[in-house]
Every structure is written in C-alpha cells, then in structure tokens.
Nanobody, 115 residues
C-alpha cells in the first residue's frame, strides 16, 4: 500500500522558517519524481516545487529563493524548506510522487502564516 505522509505544518509568523516533510512507503522512492503542491483557501491547487529522480529541481517563480526542495532517498523522505514565509504562503501543502503513469498524493499538511 502506497502512503505519502506530510508533516511539519504549524502556525508561523511572517518572516519565520519551517520545514515540511513527506515520508513515503510502498514505492521505490528513488525512482519517483517528487513535488510539493499547495492549495490556498478558495484557490486551485498549484505546483510549488519539484525534484526529479536525478535531483533536478524547479520552482514556481513566487517561491524561488525562499523555498528549497530536497530529498533523502535513504529515508524515503521529501522536504520543503520554507524560509522568510509571508502570509501568501498560507495553504495546505501536499506532496506528490510520479513515475510514468503512476501518481500518488499525500493528505496534506496545513501551513497558516499569521502574526
């Protein structure tokens, strides 16, 4: 059974940092392209950052610089380091695993950014 479990979402103040994690099981993690998506209240889910099996990364323009995606294949875990967050980052964050026609989603973790 494939499971992607996100964690690390907490209430943070503007300017603070946090790190999200996505622990995978039931898949050959190192072969999968991984990504973080987010869905803000009332908005569509959007891609935030992605990392391929070869560790090539890409980011949506609005998070380039403050956010860093990484992966630890030995731990089967995906990370999103979020620095200097602002209120616009408030959203539910989801991880996604993709390999060929297979795609799996986690249940999401909430990140409220508020003073």
């Amino acid at each position: 059974q494939v499971q992607l479990v996100e964690s690390g979402g907490v209430l943070v103040q503007p300017g603070e940092s946090l790190r999200l994690s996505c622990a995978a099981s039931g898949i050959s993690f190192s072969f999968y392209a991984m990504a973080w998506y987010r869905q803000a209240p009332g908005k569509q889910r959007e891609l935030v950052a992605g990392i391929t099996a070869a560790r090539s990364t890409r980011y949506v323009d609005s998070v380039k610089g403050p956010f860093t995606i990484s992966r630890d294949n030995a731990k089967k875990t995906l990370y999103l380091q979020m620095d200097s967050v602002n209120p616009k980052a408030t959203a539910a964050y989801y991880c996604k695993a993709t390999l060929s026609s297979r795609a799996y989603w986690g249940q999401g973790t909430q990140v409220p950014v508020s003073s």
